[in-house]
Nanobody, 126 residues
Framework: QVQLVESGGGLVQAGGSLRLSCAAS????????MGWFRQAPGKEREFAAG????????DYADSVKGRFTVSRDNTKNTVTLQMNSLKPEDTAAYYC???????????????????WGQGTQVTVSS
């Protein structure tokens, strides 16, 4: 099993920044792609960003491209999502997810991910 724990959420004004972290523990040797998803009240969970096992392939949703940056440190089993120029529409619970399947590029479908964190709330005020 793999455990994922997110941290770094909070309340920020529009235009501000937050840095989310995800720490993985347990059987982490079988993890490849890591993804960040978000879910706003009344909406489906959506892909925000993903990074392949070695960081060689990174993907962003169009809505966050140019503002969010995903990175990983495999020596520490951590994944980070740096969020800049935040907008009120970025308000959501953010989830870290791990994909055990080896894929060249991160996948955008939540159902394909095997492990999930408990989520951390990000609220952006206007």
């Amino acid at each position: 099993q793999v455990q994922l724990v997110e941290s770094g959420g909070g309340l920020v004004q529009a235009g501000g920044s937050l840095r989310l972290s995800c720490a993985a523990s347990g059987r982490t040797s079988g993890i490849y792609t890591m993804g960040w998803f978000r879910q706003a009240p009344g909406k489906e969970r959506e892909f925000a960003a993903g990074i392949s096992w070695n960081g060689g392939r990174i993907d962003y949703a169009d809505s966050v491209k140019g503002r969010f940056t995903v990175s990983r440190d495999n020596t520490k089993n951590t994944v980070t999502l740096q969020m800049n120029s935040l907008k009120p529409e970025d308000t959501a619970a953010y989830y870290c997810a791990a994909d055990r399947d080896f894929t060249i590029a991160p996948r955008r479908t939540a159902a394909l991910y095997d492990y999930w964190g408990q989520g951390t709330q990000v609220t952006v005020s206007s």
